[in-house]
Nanobody, 114 residues
Framework: VQLQASGGGVVQAGGSLRLSCAAS????????MAWYRQAPGNGREWVAT???????KYKDSVKGRFTISRDNAKNTVYLQMNGLKPEDTAVYYC?????????WGQGTQVTVSS
């Protein structure tokens, strides 16, 4: 199984980006899918999760600004990011988990300029 992340870029503070994570198999088979990020010099931190039952969870600092969603027909999970701040600058990674596997996609760079 592979996860392909895309959609990163450079945006000014207050702007928006939508990240996509395309899976090579049916995403409904995963227990949950998530987005993480890693800023320079920092460890990887969790950002948002969408469970198989549709439950959404967010890191406090992105609540109200970021929205995680999925399109089962396209085997894709999205992260809509609005109101971006310079502190959101990081490499963003998607992740998928099932009882038998824990999979990471490659990262996509998000840079927010002030």
């Amino acid at each position: 199984v592979q996860l392909q992340a895309s959609g990163g870029g450079v945006v000014q503070a207050g702007g928006s980006l939508r990240l996509s994570c395309a899976a090579s198999r049916n995403i409904f088979s995963f227990t949950f899918m998530a987005w993480y990020r890693q800023a320079p010099g920092n460890g990887r931190e969790w950002v948002a999760t969408i469970d198989n039952d549709g439950t959404l969870k967010y890191k406090d600092s992105v609540k109200g600004r970021f929205t995680i969603s999925r399109d089962n027909a396209k085997n894709t999970v999205y992260l809509q990011m609005n109101g971006l701040k310079p502190e959101d600058t990081a490499v963003y990674y998607c992740n998928a988990a099932s009882p038998s596997s824990y999979i990471w996609g490659q990262g996509t760079q998000v840079t927010v300029s002030s």
